[in-house]
């Protein structure tokens, strides 16, 4: 029998797993190999985070399967064993992703080309630079989801109550209005209407009518770098997130922008205070 709390804790780590399933398309019940060997991948390589969470969310999507189903965790126990080895490692804990400069960046958006493909990569690129946004937020988004406005693009997520302004790099190699703009107008070309704003395309041009999943925007990311001349191995989707923060600080953002998109509540303190006279 569980206790109260780790029923809790269950829960909580199935509703984690509902809402990445939800954002790569796939169901969390039955649950397949293939997509329970990706979450597992998600949360070691992505996440970071440590065996012993990772094998709790283990526990409680395996327990929460319906009756009779069976899932195969062979490539996942695999995946998890060799983590293990390297979390008792030295230095393993800290990030394995490197941020990618403002040149690397650059030199990304060189191999975007003004195709379809091309625009809505540079479109993601500069996007999740400029709002450092999770891949599942990114992946929600809406055509409505971003407003071109003067002095950049104003990105307001899917249920969200503020919005954040990308500014404008002014110099068309990085230009989030350029990349934005066009690819807004493939869609009108050829989807009109709303939609998921990223979208695959397939070889023959045709634009999907689903959302792309988070483990493609990761392809996106670790192409345009390695096209680039860059070590793909040391750069992943969250290199962009901690590039852009990097570089920029935290100037441009408010508290509210950073709560709102960094999913983050900011502390509220009592402070006493005797007053001198």
């Given at each position: 029998?569980?206790?109260?709390?780790?029923?809790?804790?269950?829960?909580?780590?199935?509703?984690?797993?509902?809402?990445?399933?939800?954002?790569?398309?796939?169901?969390?019940?039955?649950?397949t190999r293939?997509?329970?060997?990706?979450?597992v991948?998600?949360?070691?390589?992505?996440?970071?985070?440590?065996?012993n969470?990772?094998?709790?969310?283990?526990?409680?999507?395996?327990?929460?399967?319906?009756?009779?189903?069976?899932?195969?965790?062979?490539?996942?126990?695999?995946?998890?064993?060799?983590?293990?080895?390297?979390?008792?490692?030295p230095?393993?804990?800290?990030?394995?992703?490197?941020?990618?400069?403002?040149e690397?960046?650059?030199a990304?958006?060189?191999?975007?080309?003004?195709?379809?493909?091309?625009?809505?990569?540079?479109?993601?690129?500069?996007?999740?630079?400029?709002?450092?946004?999770?891949?599942?937020e990114?992946?929600?988004c809406?055509?409505?989801?971003?407003?071109?406005?003067?002095?950049?693009?104003?990105?307001?997520?899917p249920?969200?109550?503020?919005?954040?302004?990308?500014?404008d790099?002014?110099?068309?190699?990085?230009?989030?209005v350029r990349?934005?703009?066009?690819?807004?107008?493939?869609?009108?070309?050829h989807?009109?209407g709303?939609?998921f704003l990223?979208r695959q395309?397939?070889r023959?041009?045709h634009?999907?009518?689903t959302?792309?999943?988070?483990?493609?925007?990761?392809?996106i990311?670790r192409?345009r770098?390695?096209?680039?001349g860059?070590?793909?191995?040391?750069?992943?989707?969250?290199?962009l997130?901690?590039?852009?923060?990097?570089?920029?600080?935290?100037?441009?953002?408010?508290?509210?922008?950073?709560?709102?998109?960094?999913q983050?509540?900011?502390?509220?303190?009592?402070?006493?205070r005797?007053?001198?006279?």
């Amino acid at each position: 029998m569980s206790t109260p709390n780790t029923e809790r804790t269950y829960a909580s780590r199935r509703r984690n797993f509902e809402k990445w399933c939800a954002a790569e398309g796939v169901e969390p019940r039955p649950c397949t190999r293939e997509t329970f060997t990706r979450y597992v991948t998600h949360l070691i390589e992505e996440r970071q985070l440590s065996p012993n969470t990772v094998e709790t969310s283990w526990y409680a999507i395996r327990t929460w399967q319906p009756d009779g189903h069976w899932v195969d965790t062979t490539d996942a126990r695999s995946l998890l064993d060799r983590w293990k080895t390297e979390w008792r490692a030295p230095n393993t804990r800290k990030s394995k992703a490197d941020p990618i400069t403002g040149e690397q960046l650059r030199a990304m958006l060189a191999t975007c080309a003004n195709d379809p493909v091309g625009l809505r990569d540079g479109c993601l690129l500069t996007l999740a630079w400029g709002t450092a946004n999770q891949r599942e937020e990114l992946a929600r988004c809406t055509v409505s989801s971003v407003r071109l406005v003067e002095g950049g693009v104003r990105v307001r997520m899917p249920d969200a109550q503020t919005s954040v302004l990308v500014r404008d790099s002014l110099d068309p190699a990085t230009s989030v209005v350029r990349f934005t703009a066009g690819w807004l107008e493939v869609l009108e070309t050829h989807a009109p209407g709303e939609g998921f704003l990223f979208r695959q395309i397939s070889r023959w041009g045709h634009l999907g009518t689903t959302g792309m999943s988070t483990d493609a925007f990761q392809r996106i990311v670790r192409g345009r770098a390695e096209a680039a001349g860059l070590d793909s191995a040391r750069i992943s989707f969250r290199s962009l997130r901690m590039g852009g923060v990097t570089t920029r600080g935290t100037a441009e953002f408010s508290e509210s922008d950073v709560e709102t998109f960094g999913q983050w509540r900011p502390p509220i303190f009592a402070v006493l205070r005797r007053d001198t006279p």
